[in-house]
């Protein structure tokens, strides 16, 4: 580069080959591997600063990998904005700190990621919000719930582990009368089965971790929804710092791309497996919101397109005889989370709510045969074998 | 097992710390124990436990016994021809892709090597092809971009009876579809650039082989030379390995339905896909493999109409390389294979009109759309010529 001609070898080595302006038209978004961007003269740098000037500044308000990442997640869930973070509980958490008031009421639900009930029982209290907790997909509750200093509802859609559907339309309608934000967890159905968006949610939330990066190996979380509610949490996120680094964006970019390939066979998996799963004597009670016995079947049907990859059911038996179940099967690795290409297979009582008494665990339906089964992208003949090897040491 | 399971349950790698994904071993160098021996890795170019598991990995699915990844597929290419030794014979197909002929015609004939060019998807020409005996046969089938058919079962009767190695590219369909080895190739070669990894984010290569002794010799030279995967590519790979039945499951649907809609189309005069029931080579080919792929290449009967045409395409990317989740389309003759000289193409009579298309996982109809207005673009173009 001419200009760097007068410079030695190793200000060359630093400086050289990079400073260009023109991105090249490689096929692939580019990783911007990079912490801060350099102004070309203070007069640039002026004009950012009066708004004259759209660009970047420093990694944490902003970088270009993210940003397609997060084009491609808006334009996916139908909306103006998206907005993604280091996890999904930094999700969660950095939306609620940016748009829950000081004193205001927050409405949850019993059945949910045990993390985001942590979050408002331990932190939140400390800012004066008050939580009321309510059955999952039960509109008569919410609407009971309801207060005047009411801000937000939150609800998974589909919940964890029981995989409950609210009638989001409804609740929606009821939630804008009142002046109320819904807030939607789509980590369970994702834009390929889901937009919680059309059916009156205002704002999405991700874990980003699970079927929208799909692999196993990357953290993100991501918040959708309209420009105003997200620049509000895009300012809170600059402050509070809760990034996604620009390798692991460029990952979750990269898996997006396969997620409605992944998503359909995730479907046509759960389906196979909790159909045989209900018709196994070892096995007390199924929970798939795609069999006709669970109770928001109806409203799944109507809201999603396809149930979702993860199986909730209960083995006929005690925690000894669940332990040598879940330990006998072979393709299923045992580990926490969901939503990846490999099938995983938990005891939510060992996993998520080991540390509860065991009345907290009744409170929340955590019984001891209680198995959480994702499956993965594998042969549904396979994972079936497999099941109905393993349930033989029942 | 079935397929759609061994390509996401295997063997990773004994970490430590259990980690669902491979850990990335990006390191140069190991360190070795006081003696400097009793170790399974000491430098990334001999070896490295990230590169392993993908490599592992890709041997399984090609049913071999030991896979090397290369920095790219034609690093692999050349590690093969690295078999053969000045004075000796590599047979190679008539329809190659663009970089290989000019491995071919320009470095490994430098280096004392004879090369020949047979039609070995004509059963006459390759019955004849033995007298003399090659060192090694290098074929493509398909072929990009002609989809050309070798019969591989027997072309490695052939080759065995006379003493010679068979090496098949086999990035046109990936192990997924074909597995070469189990039709009596000694070595299966990817350009891993292409529906093993998918994304269009890796440029890689692979050999695979169920000979420990070729095993041996290729190993030697890979290290020898320096060519094998970088930590972080091979890391990639395997990770873009795991969705490959459902794309290319979905990729091949698509593309059989994108060479039927082409057919019917007037703007189109020929079709080169090996899926379509007039093919020449489809009983041969599904002898030999489970579907035709998503590469179509096909003709307009102008250069002109044929550029008008991928200008207008919006979906598809104009580009060179194949097998990503992205449809792309390309002009062979100016693209990946302008390295072959014009002469030489105009003697195989490789047509500069030749469209390839590479076709993605997007929605079919999105895909149809898009190349039905392309086509109608080139149909105004067409009149204007007339």
Redesign the interface.
Known sequence: MSTLEAFGTSTRAVHDGERRHQTSDAITTPIHQTATYWFKNSEELRAYQEGRLDRDEYGRYGNPTVRAVERKLASMEHADEALLFASGMCATTTTFLALLPRGSHLILTRDGYRRTRQFCDEFLSKMDVSVSVIDPANIEAFEAAITDDTSIFFTELPTNPYLRVLDLPAAARIARKRGIKVIVDSTFATPALHRALDDGADLVVHSATKYLGGHNDLLAGAAVGGRKLIESVRNALGILGGIIAPNDAYLLLRGMKTLDLRMERHNQNALSVARFLEGHDKIRRVFYPGLASHPDYEVAGRLLRGFGGVVTFEVEGDYEATVRFVDRCRIPYIAPSLGGVESLIEMPVLMSYWDQTPEARRRFGITDSLVRFSCGIEDTVDLINDLEQALRAV | ?????EW??YQQLNDPYAP??TPLYQTATFRLNDKGDDSDYDYTRSGNPTRRVVEDQLARVEGGSSAFAFSSGMAAITAACALVSAGEEILACVDLYGGTYRLLSQVATRHGIRVRYVDTSDPDALARAFDPAPKLVLVETPTNPFQSVTDLFRLSELARAAGSLVAVDNSMMSPYLQRPLSCGADLVIHSATKFLNG???VTAGVIVTNDTELAERIGFYQNATGTALAPFEGWLLE?GM??L???L??QQSNAGLLARYLRSHPVVERVHYVGLPEHPGRDVHERQAHGAGAVIAFETGALERSLELIGALELF?V?VSFG???S?ASLPARMSHASIPDDVRLRRHFPEDLVRLSVG?EHIDDLRDDLGRALDRAAATTETLT
Do not use: E, F, Y
């Open positions: 097992m079935k397929r759609a399971t996401v349950q669902s994904a994304h269009s984010d990770r795991k969705t039945p459902l794309r499951d979905k990317a580009t990503g989740v992205r792309t996982i």
